[in-house]
């Protein structure tokens, strides 16, 4: 999530809020599928994919409906009309210890798959294995044509819902050399009212670091963090939660490796089954 970081999206918090359900900065992987898919397009309120790389409903995970009655929140990063209201994303917000942009426009590939695009669509796989586990999913952002929500906006969905985790989904745009998914942890901000998450935030962060990288076969960041955890106070995302949070740089959208894996649908399912395993293990 490496370019610029819209704020008129206050009505599609509403909206996600309403429904209880549809609605930052920086792999040479093992294993996994070489195909890629074409991108999903942006505009799409649920990509026809999410249904899984064999086109079947996603089922329950073990033992009935493992997450009935919490709430989760992800965030897509970005978002597809970013790139278009320059000024309005650029806007200043606090988070916390200082001012930052609202929002970014996210990396690419180099063959031009975007960040928002990407985010957009494991989100949304993920949000369907979740429920399908019983639990209650929001997303920040009611589509992927739309300009912000700002980051500060985006915490905001998770404290209100009070959720039980919240999860920022990003891809990376860092030097090609670099390749590796990590995860980034909250440090605390008095400002930004995040202290008293932050000790459940770090156990969620490696809860989903350990599925993801079990799961997928990415490696961790050769070029950032320790074990694929990089702890930042610059994010208002995170300083500003309340609620146990992270975000996950999933791979490096400029190294050819890991964005092949990136750009195939089959291989983002296996992302959000990873992560939804993550969010079982953390949750039990």
């Not at 999530?1 to 359900?21: E, H, P």
């Not at 969905?157 to 989904?169: F, M, R, T, Y």
Request: with cysteine.
């Amino acid at each position: 999530m490496r370019i610029l970081q819209g704020g008129s999206a206050v009505a599609g918090i509403a909206l996600c809020l309403g429904a209880l359900a549809a609605c930052g900065d920086s792999s040479k992987a093992s294993g996994g599928p070489d195909e890629t898919a074409a991108p999903p397009t942006a505009g799409a309120t649920a990509p026809a994919g999410a249904r899984g790389p064999d086109g079947a409903s996603p089922q329950p995970g073990q033992g009935g409906e493992p997450l009935h009655g919490k709430v989760i929140v992800l965030d897509p990063g970005h978002n597809g009309g970013n790139t278009s209201h320059p000024a309005e994303i650029a806007k200043q917000v606090d988070i916390g210890n200082g001012h930052k942009e609202c929002d970014t426009t996210g990396t690419s590939t180099n063959a031009g798959y975007d960040e928002h695009a990407f985010t957009w669509d494991v989100s949304n796989r993920l949000a369907k294995l979740l429920r399908a586990d019983g639990a209650k999913v929001l997303l920040t952002r009611p589509n992927d044509t739309g300009v912000g929500p700002c980051v500060t906006e985006r915490a905001a969905v998770g404290n209100k819902a009070h959720a039980d985790a919240a999860l920022s989904i990003h891809a990376d745009g860092a030097a090609a050399s670099g390749h590796g998914f990590h995860i980034i942890e909250p440090i605390a901000v008095k400002g930004g009212g995040n202290t008293k998450a932050v000790p459940a935030s770090l156990k969620l962060g490696r809860s989903l670091r350990d599925a993801y990288h079990s799961g997928t076969g990415i490696a961790y960041s050769t070029y950032l963090g320790k074990k694929a955890l990089d702890p930042r106070s610059d994010l208002g995302g995170l300083n500003t939660s309340t609620v146990p949070k992270v975000f996950i740089e999933c791979g490096n959208m400029r190294n050819k490796s890991d964005a092949a894996k990136l750009s195939s649908a089959p291989f983002r399912q296996r992302i959000a089954e990873s992560l939804a395993k993550g969010f079982g293990a953390y949750l039990a």
